[in-house]
Structure formats: structure tokens, C-alpha cells
């Protein structure tokens, strides 16, 4: 079954960018589905991407005429809890899901409630979408990379995927050991995520500075650290394609952290450094730099927010 009805949960720098994408290729019909206050807003006006009206739907998930054939869940991690039910809503026996969220949670999460034969793993590498108002805008798509589960061994999912994405034009990679890919992402957000948010750096202060890649790489280290302490093949080398990654960026590009710090909104810090100090105190590995890191975070978001 080719896919052809895709809903979108999220429509923030990230899920607004996807949809351009597949908006502008033929054959797809594409939706964004919310309700409540987000309902209303989306349903306000075209979205303004990389200086294009787009006028895509906004559905409510109770009211939809059939299931999604896919479902781009591109949500900040603690906003999805309350979208689960919403996910479940959208849900067919043949509808694959793929989070583009960060971290190494959502896949499990989001399965445990609409079944995990139902997850395709994924990490969006590369793409720099900006929000600035009700504005977006993204230089480099990037490429989504995506494979099966640890345990649920979906490759027919993962076959429709890669000829969607095939179809729809959207730069995409299928390794060969998805958990490892899903750890250099981890490695790659703890590092250029927080260390943009600590230092209010774009990518060009980390195209140029050697102090803020300094800053950066500290914190990846740690991250490679626990790799291998859990039996994830990350090595130091894994460093050298996320430079080779960064040098490509638009300068002015800002990371998700960062735009939330500057829209005075709450971070990711729980699941970046504060999951990479849980699992240190687990596996008995230390992470001095991510503990310092998750302290000051978390006071600029008290700054953010008095209340």
C-alpha cells in the first residue's frame, strides 16, 4: 500500500518544514492535526515557509474521515504526552509512524500506546528550519534517517518509507545499525543543542570559534563514553561527520534549544544533559560537563519563566 495521506503532529520549525516538502511534491495529501488552541491557530491563516503561502489543513483528530498513512510526529518532548491520544486517534492497522523528535525515548513511548509494529526509528540529520514568528524557513532539508526497531524488525514499513520519501524528494539514509545512528544523534543534540542555548550561539560562532566547539565536544565526549559502556559502537571518530555536518550549515542557522531559550520557552534539557547524568549515575560514568550544563540550563529557563 503506497502512502499517500500524511499527518503531521507538530507544527513547529521542524514539522512545518516537512510539510513544504511534502506539499510541494504531487501525490500526497498532507494535514496537520490538532486540536484545542493549536486547532485555532493553524487554522488562522497559510503558513509563510522559506517565503511561500502554504494552505494546508488542519484536521481534528476525532473527526478525521480515515487513518493517516503516516503519521510525522515532530513534537518537543514534553509535549507529547498530551498528543498521544491524538496519535492513537489517527492510527489504521496499516499506518506507519515516524518521530522526527529528539532524544531516545518518543519511539518506545508513542509504540507502547499505538503498538510498536506500527514505529519506523528515525533521526532528522542536517536541517537547519528556523521559526521566527509566524515565519519559517530552512536552508538545507537535511536527510531523515530511519530503519526498524530493535525489536519489532519492520522492514515492509521501512520499504514504503524509503519509496515515499523516494517519491516526495526528501533526502533520506537507511544504515545498517539504527541504534547507533540514534546515539550519534543523541550525541550530535546533548553537544550543539545545549551548548548553543549556554553560549546564544548560532552555527557560525561554532563554525569559527574553537572555544564553543571546545564547549561542544565535551559534552559529545561524554555521550560517546556511555556508548560504550552500553555496547553502542560510537567511537571519538563519530565527531568528524557532525563537524564535516556543522561546516555545511547556514551560519545564521539557530538550533531548537536555542530558539526556545530566545522565545523565552521551556527547553529540552530534561532528555538531553539530564538523561545523560541519569545514565552516567547508572553505568557508573561520570559527566561533570553535562551536570553543569543541565544547572545552568535549567536557570535560564527560571529566568525565562519567574513563576
Partial sequence: MDIRNISIIGAGAMGA?????????????????????RHRRLSQGALRINGKSYGIPVIHPDKIAEPADLILVALKHHHLPEALPDIQSLCGSETTILSVMNGLESEEIIGGVCGPEKMVYAIAVGIDALREGDRFTYASPGRIVFGPGPQTGNHKRVERLKATLDRAGIPHEVPEDMSRAMWWKFMINVGINQAS???????G???????????????????????????????????????SILSELSPSGKTSMLQDVEA?????????????VAMGEEVHVPTPVNETVFHIIKVIEGRNDPA
Avoid: H
Fill in 205 to 243: 560562532v561554532f563554525q569559527s570559534s574553537s572555544d564553543a566547539r571546545a564547549l561542544m565536544k565535551a559534552l559529545m565526549q561524554e555521550v560517546i563514553s556511555l556508548a560504550q559502556a552500553v555496547n553502542i559502537r560510537l567511537t571519538p571518530n563519530d565527531l568528524d561527520e557532525w563537524f
Fill in 17 to 37: 518544514a516537512y510539510a513544504a516538502m511534502f506539499s510541494e511534491a504531487e501525490g500526497f495529501s498532507v494535514s496537520f492535526a490538532a486540536r484545542g488552541n
Fill in 197 to 203: 542555548a549556554v553560549l546564544r550561539a548560532p552555527y
Fill in 264 to 276: 523565552g520557552r521551556k527547553t529540552e534539557v530534561e532528555i538531553f544533559a539530564g538523561k545523560v
